[in-house]
């Protein structure tokens, strides 16, 4: 059974940064894609950056050039490292793992508040 651990949440002023981190454990295979979506509240949850087994990302478009994802398979761990953070980026966040019989896993979220 994949359990999902989320951690670097927090509050940050504007123009600051944080580091998500979600460490994936009980997998036998390496996941097909590994990913960080947002949900703002009474909104729905949106992709923010994907990466894939084969290391293509896909970025929303608000967070382009601001936001970088990665992932370590040997640690079992995607990164969302933020910069330049914006009030607008407010919201909690949640990892996405795939893995390779397509079961879709979700972390439990990690708020990130960016004011001042």
């Known amino acids: 059974q994949v359990q999902l651990v989320e951690s670097g949440g927090g509050l940050v002023q504007p123009g600051g940064s944080l580091r998500l981190s979600c460490a994936a454990s009980?997998?036998?295979?390496?996941?097909?894609?590994m990913g960080w979506y947002r949900q703002f509240p009474e909104k729905q949850r949106d992709p923010v950056a994907i990466?894939?087994?084969?290391?293509?990302?896909n970025y929303a478009d608000s967070v382009k050039g601001r936001f970088t994802i990665s992932r370590d398979n040997a640690k079992n761990t995607v990164y969302l490292q933020m910069n330049s953070l914006k009030p607008e980026d407010t919201a909690v966040y949640y990892c996405?793992?795939?893995?390779?019989?397509?079961?879709?896993?979700w972390g439990k979220g990690t708020p990130v508040t960016v004011s001042s």
């Open positions: 996405n793992v795939v893995d390779s019989t397509w079961l879709s896993v």
């Open positions: 009980g997998n036998k295979f390496s996941f097909r894609t």
């Open positions: 990466i894939t087994d084969t290391g293509t990302t």
